[in-house]
Structures are given as structure tokens and as C-alpha cells.
């Protein structure tokens, strides 16, 4: 039973591969699998095996779990809108894929299991930073798919688990030609295309961004506490939020991104659209309190890199 490879489902995708190439830069073995209906083959890596499978179906699963130890699980239909027009798509990925996958590592072997949950859980905040005591009030299909599947995975007590729920997380890698791409990396296309960038509403809105640097390092730390410690972890049973602390308006992003590679964005203000949240920023102080993370990664580097 178990093995010695850590399966990163969506290890594909934008966070995927940069979680997939900071392990392989710690020597560990990795199995990923990914419908590549969003991520992209990982070639030429001799310690990376690729399946190319539906995380529903549960052969796919079954494969993947294969001599391994420790899983990642980043796989899921992260579009809202996509979740909002498809519930039973949303129902049978974030949600009944997730448990089924839980209860199938742990039958496997796997002794650590980490899984990406969302600030969107929160849904409106009551106050702000949103830590972990705020309360769970996910708005539609997506947020609350993905409280089932957090809730599963948290209340285990055979297996060292932990769920992460990500703020705005940016950084190169993101696709830019999607419609749900996060908005720094649209930004970063529009300029660098020349094209003048939509703001929705009077650009006072505010959010916390994470460059994906940042994050990968926090699902490394918390599966290697994980992997050594159990149940007995500090994380364990845990959902914590991943996210830089600082919180800037749309318009004072942008203004960034215009000292960042020393040009003046032409803006373009449209209508609020029903249903965005106006502010959100968190707090990441329990994580830090139990593995010493914290956001590393500068705010302006993290701008230029997108567009350089």
C-alpha cells in the first residue's frame, strides 16, 4: 500500500504546473493528472508521469493513485460562470469527484492529502481581512461544491489533510484568452497588446492578490508537515486562507502596472456587473502562526513579470 510519488491532480494548469516543477526541483516523483481541457502536457520531465484522464472517472483516479503517498488535489471546474450554467458538471467535479478521490487515496495508501479550496466560500464579506472565523456563506453552484469537498476533506481522521482556500492568485502561466482568466493577466495581455483595459463599475473595488509563486510554496510547506507529522500536524483537519494580506483597489492595480513597465493605461469604465463582490481581502495569519508562510513575492516584480 501507498508509495513514494505525490499526485497532483490539475498538475497541468496554471497553479499545477508550478506546484509540479517546485517539487521536481525538491526531487520528488510526481503522477498528474489532467483532461487538458484548461492545462497543457508536461513533456521531457523523467520524474513526471502524465495520464491524461477525467478526474470523475474512477479509473482514471485509480491509476493515478498508484505508488503514491501524498496527493494534491487542484483539479476542478473553476469558471463560475461555467459552474453557474452546468450545476450537475459542477456537482460531479468539485464536489463527488473530490470525495470519491479522498476516500480512495486513503484506501490507496496515501497518508497526506492537501486540497485547493476558494475564499469564495466566504461570499460576501461581514468584515475585513476575512480570516478563518468568518462565516461560510458560498454564493451558487461553484462555492458551494466547493464547501462539500472542503468539508470532506477537513474532517478526516485517518489521514494527515488540510484544504487551502486561495484569494486572487495571479502570475505568469495564467491563459489570457479565457473570459474567466483572473484580471491581472488580462490586464497584462491588454497591455501589452496596447489595448485599453475595461474596468467594471469606478475601479474602487478591492482585492487581495497572491502571485502563484507564493501559493505553490504554501502547498509545498503544508504537505511536507503533513507527509511528517499526520494527524498530529498543525494544519491538520485545517482550512486556511492563502493570500498576500495587502489589499489594493482596480485602479491602484493599474496604476501599478503602468509604473511597472513605465506606460500610462488607457482605461475604459463600464457598467458594475450584477453580482461581483466589491471588496475582498484576507488575512493569512493562521498559516503563518502554524508553518511560518507568508507572501514573498513583491507586488511590482510579480506586475512586470506578467507583461515582460
Known sequence: ??????????????????????????????????DLSTGRMIEGESNVRFIVGDIADPAFRSEAL???????HLAAIASVPRCEGDPSLSERVNQRAAINLFDEAAKAGVHA?????????????????????????????YGLDKQAAELAITSRDDVGACALRLFNVYGIGQPSGSPYSGVLTIFSERLRNQQPLTVFGDGMQTRDFVHVSDVVQAFSMVLESLEQEGTKSPVHAQALNVCSGQTRTLLETIEA?????????????????????????????????ALGWSAQMNFTDGLRSLVS
Not at 492537501?114 to 453552484?141: C, D, K, M, N, Q
Request: aromatic residues 6%; glycine residues 14%.
Open 1 to 34: 500500500m501507498g508509495g513514494e510519488r505525490i499526485l497532483v491532480t490539475g498538475g497541468g494548469g496554471f497553479i499545477g504546473r508550478h506546484l509540479v516543477n517546485l517539487l521536481l526541483r525538491k526531487g520528488r516523483l510526481v503522477t498528474v493528472l489532467d
Open 66 to 72: 498508484e505508488d503514491c503517498c501524498a496527493l494534491v
Open 113 to 141: 492529502m492537501v486540497h485547493a479550496s476558494t475564499s469564495a466560500l466566504y461570499g460576501v464579506p461581514e468584515f475585513l481581512p476575512i480570516s478563518e472565523f468568518h462565516p461560510i456563506a458560498p454564493i451558487g453552484v
Open 257 to 289: 502596472f503602468g509604473d511597472a513597465i513605465g506606460v500610462e493605461p488607457v482605461v475604459k469604465f463600464n457598467p458594475p456587473r450584477e453580482g461581483d463582490i466589491l471588496h475582498s481581502s484576507g488575512t493569512s495569519e493562521a498559516l503563518m502562526n
